[in-house]
């Protein structure tokens, strides 16, 4: 069954946006004043916000984008991108005083990818950013990279969060870590509102100190959060909640880029949300649009149409191990 398109946009996608600089893979990083060719350079919309707005349009599903870029060049690309590809952008603010946030993204074959950031107009986004786009009552609220976003403060939004909640509406949280910091002491505020929390091992790791997946996901769920989903890449995922405590597989795939893999798994799991399906379902279209993501240079490019994820899941079988 395809999902129907919507007129109006039952998710709001809110966090960052940024424009993407992406190699293809390199044989090694270049030394010191050498130059490596690479098949192609692609510039792609990029961020959690952004990323997953633009898988859910994929999948049939029209969301809301709440966030900031600058008035310019990048800005103005991320913004025709949006909306060429079926995002509401009517959440997008345009910052005069600072430019569009970038990334640069380095492949190297057989290693984990490297990433320059500027945080350019992310700088200014805050919890009121999300007061306008909350007045219609989304579904689904997703936050793409929380504690990246400097001013993003614990407090405001989990304030935020109370009140979506309070109206019907599911959180779901998605977290990047810029380095070490207080980043415990921000989650403890926000997760007790949190429904769905969705971070990668590494950066669990980074936040906690600690590097077991499974004891990850309990101290996230101890802190409040009701859904705990601890990506590992090719490794599966751990989902820990009151009604499914599972170690997850993968759907056999070709890697090419790994990048907006995470944001795809998490378009995939509100997919399964809008749809009302199980956790063990949302969990499989979740892993089977994450892991067409990977096929691809660049964030989007990649991900599964709904029938492509509904033929790709009858084809495959995920593996599920209960944790005792």
């Known amino acids: 069954m395809s999902a129907p398109h919507l007129d109006s946009s039952p998710v709001v996608c809110a966090g960052l946006v940024v424009a993407d600089h992406v190699s293809t893979p390199l044989d090694h990083l270049p030394r010191p004043g050498e130059l490596v060719a690479a098949d192609d350079l692609v510039l792609n919309i990029g961020g959690g916000a952004a990323n997953t707005a633009v898988d859910l349009a994929r999948l049939g599903v029209r969301s809301t984008i709440c966030a900031r870029v600058g008035d310019d060049f990048f800005g103005r690309f991320a913004t025709e991108t949006l909306r060429s590809r079926g995002v509401d952008d009517s959440g997008l603010k345009v910052d005069p005083s600072l430019p569009t946030s970038q990334t640069l993204i380095v492949?190297?074959?057989?290693?984990?990818?490297?990433?320059?950031?500027?945080?350019?107009?992310?700088?200014?986004?805050?919890?009121?950013?999300?007061?306008?786009?909350?007045?219609?009552?989304?579904?689904?609220?997703?936050?793409?990279?929380?504690?990246?976003?400097?001013?993003?403060e614990a407090h405001p939004l989990a304030d935020r969060f109370r009140r979506a909640r309070a109206n019907g509406t599911i959180t779901v949280l998605d977290v990047a870590t810029?380095?070490?910091?207080?980043?415990?002491?921000?989650?403890?505020?926000?997760?007790?509102?949190?429904?769905?929390?969705?971070?990668?091992?590494?950066?669990?790791?980074l936040i906690l100190g600690e590097t077991d997946p499974i004891?990850?996901?309990?101290?996230?769920?101890?802190?409040?959060?009701?859904?705990?989903?601890?990506?590992?890449?090719?490794?599966?995922?751990?989902?820990?909640?009151?009604?499914?405590?599972?170690?997850?597989?993968?759907?056999?795939?070709?890697?090419?880029?790994?990048?907006?893999?995470?944001?795809?798994?998490?378009?995939?799991?509100?997919?399964?949300?809008?749809?009302?399906?199980?956790e063990r379902e949302c969990l499989q279209l979740a892993s089977a649009i994450g892991s067409s993501c990977v096929r691809a240079v660049g964030t989007t490019?990649?991900?599964?149409?709904?029938?492509?994820?509904?033929?790709?899941?009858?084809?495959?079988?995920?593996?599920?191990?209960?944790?005792?």
Do not use: K, M
């Open 107 to 152: 492949n190297v074959r057989g290693e984990d990818r490297r990433f320059i950031h500027a945080y350019g107009a992310n700088r200014g986004f805050v919890a009121e950013d999300l007061d306008a786009v909350l007045t219609r009552n989304p579904r689904v609220l997703h936050i793409g990279y929380f504690l990246i976003l400097p001013h993003l």
């Open 178 to 205: 810029p380095g070490p910091g207080d980043h415990i002491d921000r989650l403890r505020v926000v997760l007790p509102e949190t429904d769905i929390f969705v971070p990668n091992t590494d950066e669990a790791a």
């Open 215 to 278: 004891r990850q996901a309990l101290a996230f769920r101890e802190l409040g959060a009701r859904r705990v989903v601890i990506t590992l890449g090719e490794q599966g995922a751990i989902s820990l909640s009151d009604e499914l405590q599972t170690r997850i597989g993968v759907y056999p795939t070709t890697f090419i880029d790994g990048s907006g893999g995470g944001d795809a798994f998490n378009a995939g799991y509100i997919l399964g949300l809008l749809e009302g399906r199980s």
């Open 301 to 324: 490019d990649g991900v599964f149409t709904r029938d492509e994820a509904n033929a790709f899941i009858s084809a495959h079988e995920l593996a599920f191990e209960a944790i005792g």
